[in-house]
T-cell receptor
Framework: DSGVTQTPKHLITATGQRVTLRCSPR?????VYWYQQSLDQGLQFLIQ???????AKGNILERFSAQQFPDLHSELNLSSLELGDSALYFC??????????????FGPGTRLTVL | SQELEQSPQSLIVQEGKNLTINCTSS?????LYWYKQKYGEGLIFLMM?????EEKSHEKITAKLDEKKQQSSLHITASQPSHAGIYLC????????????FGKGTKLTVNP
């Protein structure tokens, strides 16, 4: 158990809908990362938040947004869903210090299926 | 953009055999992470390498970073069915975000 929790574990929805994925980081970790894993693209970085502020953006679609709350949990919002959004979505957390050995610990993931 | 190439893409071995997985970058690696993933589950952190020539071990798994810091290898000794899964190498880029860029993964099957 990495200490990172994600809910829900599975999500099945229809095209055009909106969903929210939730992540609670490990105790003491200030940074949250969201990744998308699909068969064709592999594991891709979406976005990072550090202590409530957006820190970095990757290949995140405009239909997707995220935020990190004062208690440090994070939510990833996916809207106008398309079939191609079906994937595993992972949250990871780390201390995110300037120390280069900072390690990201991953949650169990949310499997999103868009029908 | 810089990519991480993992080889082989998949590997099937008999229990008890040794095996090696490679991760190669076109540029100098700043920090190299190895994770293991069971199908459809989260990533489990194995090891992190930063210094050229560095070698770390955890149980029967050893990871090395070559002197030029452009390739890392993961070696499993006397493989067991519990070693089966997808092994992913991830690179941390120098400066800015702490995000990781991952290779495509190596799928390992260990037959009893």
């Amino acid at each position: 158990d990495s200490g990172v929790t994600q809910t829900p574990k599975h999500l099945i929805t229809a095209t055009g809908q909106r969903v929210t994925l939730r992540c609670s980081p490990r105790s003491g970790d200030l940074s949250v990362y969201w990744y998308q894993q699909s068969l064709d693209q592999g594991l891709q970085f979406l976005i990072q938040y550090y202590n409530g502020e957006e820190r970095a953006k990757g290949n995140i679609l405009e239909r997707f947004s995220a935020q990190q709350f004062p208690d440090l949990h994070s939510e990833l919002n996916l809207s106008s869903l398309e079939l191609g959004d079906s994937a595993l979505y992972f949250c990871a957390s780390s201390v995110a210090s300037a120390i280069s050995t900072d390690t990201q610990y991953f949650g169990p993931g949310t499997r999103l299926t868009v029908l | 953009s810089q990519e991480l190439e993992q080889s082989p893409q998949s590997l099937i071995v008999q229990e008890g055999k040794n095996l090696t997985i490679n991760c190669t970058s076109s540029k100098t690696l700043y920090g190299l992470y190895w994770y293991k993933q069971k199908y459809g589950e989260g990533l489990i952190f194995l090891m992190m390498l930063q210094k050229g020539g560095e070698e770390k071990s955890h149980e029967k798994i050893t990871a090395k970073l070559d002197e030029k810091k452009q390739q890392s290898s993961l070696h499993i000794t006397a493989s067991q069915p519990s070693h089966a899964g997808i092994y992913l190498c991830g690179e941390r880029r120098r400066g800015g975000s702490e995000k990781l860029v991952f290779g495509k993964g190596t799928k390992l099957t260990v037959n009893p």
